[in-house]
């Protein structure tokens, strides 16, 4: 079994930096995907930023130039630094990964229990 691990939210005003913080542990052989996906009241969950292939990036054009994905392989750990917040950043953040087995298999999805990001104007 694998656990996702969030930190790292909180109350910032509008202009302010936030860094987001997600540990894996258990289970894991080998992490194919990891990112960070948000859901803001009344809105469906959308992906924010993910780390794929390897180092290979992916960003939402709403937070491009903004935000910086980044992964720290030896401790399974994905981070994400917010800068320039807006009040249309707050939203639950989830870490998201995907793992791999021994064999290199997909063996399954897993997400975190979500932190708390609110940007006040």
């Known amino acids: 079994q694998v656990q996702l691990v969030e930190s790292g939210g909180g109350l910032v005003q509008a202009g302010g930096s936030l860094r987001l913080s997600c540990a894996a542990s258990?289970?894991?052989?080998?992490?194919?995907?990891m990112g960070w996906y948000r859901q803001a009241p009344g809105k469906e969950r959308e992906s924010v930023a993910r780390?794929?292939?390897?180092?290979?990036?992916n960003y939402a054009d709403s937070v491009k130039g903004r935000f910086t994905i980044s992964r720290d392989s030896a401790k399974n750990t994905v981070y994400l630094q917010m800068n320039s917040l807006k009040p249309e950043d707050t939203a639950v953040y989830y870490c998201?990964?995907?793992?791999?087995?021994?064999?290199?298999?997909?063996?399954?999805?897993?997400w975190g229990q979500g932190t708390q990001v609110t940007v006040s104007s």
């Open positions: 998201n990964a995907q793992i791999l087995d021994g064999r290199g298999w997909y063996a399954g999805t897993y």
């Open positions: 258990g289970s894991i052989f080998s992490i194919n995907t």
């Open positions: 780390i794929i292939g390897g180092d290979g990036t």
